[in-house]
């Protein structure tokens, strides 16, 4: 896999070096939009990460240049924003076929899970785990409670990351679940995705400072239900920006 990084600084391409190369991908920096434009098919990357703190006149003609000889499915676009990327501008991204929008800061973990969801949407990126996961923002309408299997008292808490095959939860109190050894069974677990809550067993598989719980016995309904869910977070993303300015699409 080829990533193609628009940036005028190291230290982004630092951060994708050490999260993506592991993984067999060979990243390009190019520090000029426009030598990165005329290259295009001479690199054919498969990811484009474009920085618009650095360039933020230049994404929107790189991205339509883009778009002309290739398709979302084709190319994945990513921009990398600051702080000041406002909703006017999310909703011209949208427009103009983005894949995603993730803020460059990638030291933390939130934005680097969102990054490596949006691009293994698309492209496979050698990930290990064999289900992705949600990292839920505000965006998410996820919740995770459990009966304790001795006590039998609801715990509740909430969800540090989320896939078909498991949930990481972080207790409310964590004194109620620090007796639950690895390898138990939890017969009544209850997981909201959405607008759907499924209930089944679970079984942990690690205790420490958050609870790690492994799903085995989803049905397969149960199962592409969390997939489904999982994989929409980028577009919820998306369209949330867009949709908090619903009026203000310019022509650009």
Request: proline share 4%.
């Amino acid at each position: 896999m080829k990533i193609l990084l628009v940036s005028e600084r190291d230290e982004l391409k630092g951060h994708i070096r050490r999260n993506f190369m592991p993984r067999g991908a060979e990243i390009i920096q190019y520090y000029n939009p426009i030598k990165a434009m005329d290259n295009l098919d001479e690199v054919e990357p498969d990811v484009v990460l474009f920085s618009a703190l650095d360039f933020p006149r230049h994404w929107k003609p790189f991205l339509i240049f883009l778009r002309d000889s290739r398709a979302r499915e084709q190319c994945v676009f990513v921009i990398l924003t600051g702080d000041e990327f406002d909703h006017e501008e999310a909703d011209k991204a949208q427009a103009l076929q983005v894949n995603g929008i993730v803020h460059e800061r990638l030291q933390d973990q939130r934005e680097l899970a969102r990054l490596k969801e949006l691009v293994n949407r698309y492209r496979d990126i050698g990930d290990a785990r064999t289900e992705r996961r949600l990292v839920p923002t505000e965006i998410d309408r996820v919740g995770f409670v459990f009966t304790h299997p001795a006590k039998l008292e609801l715990i509740c808490g909430g969800i540090e990351d989320l896939s078909a095959a498991g949930v990481s939860f972080a207790p409310t109190d964590r004194r109620k679940t620090m007796d639950l050894q690895v390898g138990s069974r939890i017969d009544v677990c209850s997981l909201r995705v959405g607008n759907n809550i499924v209930a089944f067993p679970a079984s942990v598989v690690r205790n420490e400072r958050s609870l790690s719980l492994a799903f085995g016995e989803l049905t397969d309904g149960q199962r592409s239900l969390i997939r489904s869910y999982v994989d929409g977070h980028a577009e919820r993303e998306l369209h949330r920006l867009a949709s908090e300015a619903p009026n203000a699409l310019e022509e650009i």
